[in-house]
DNA sequence: GCCAACGTTGGC
DNA sequence: GCCAACGTTGGC
């Protein structure tokens, strides 16, 4: 019997905002960046196997002094090699990645909405709602994570 | 800056 | 294929 592959199409993507903000993303050209840096296989597999044009995602700011959840972004090209791989000068430099083999990748994003406040860390982690939500789990590394439908509404719902 | 909790690497 | 050592993430 065939099984119907059952699609995700909330997630949540990692980035530090010294590194790449949500207000960078809205200074880029068509407000549109490449979601490039990604050197974990399970983000990457999630990437380049499930994400799909139309996905959204909360934009997620990590290390930084109040981590939390900054916006919501929608996926507009699905997943492609990513360039700095091949650049030695790039700090995502990785020799085992060829053009002709390539090994990471990432997907376009463009900005759809900034939330006028960060929804804390602290406050999704008290929310008894979002206990299936990768995030709030210990020990959670990933930069990349699925967001469960429910929990995805719920934390929409909860910002006032 | 510390360090827990991971993921990755490489010797065997 | 095991697992110790090492590197990284990311909250605090």
Redesign the pocket.
Known sequence: MKVKQKYNHYWLM?S?PSVFSIEDLRQAENQTNFWDGV????ARNMMRDQMKIGDLAFF?H???KV?GIVGVIEVIKSAYPDKTALDPNSPYFDPRHTKQNPRWFGVEVKLVKIFDKIIP??IL?KNTKLSDLALV???????IMPVPESAWLEILNSKN
Request: proline share 5%.
């Open positions: 990692k530090e050197r974990n296989y399970q997620y990590s290390s930084c981590p860390l602290e982690k789990k210990k020990g959670n590394r990933l930069s």
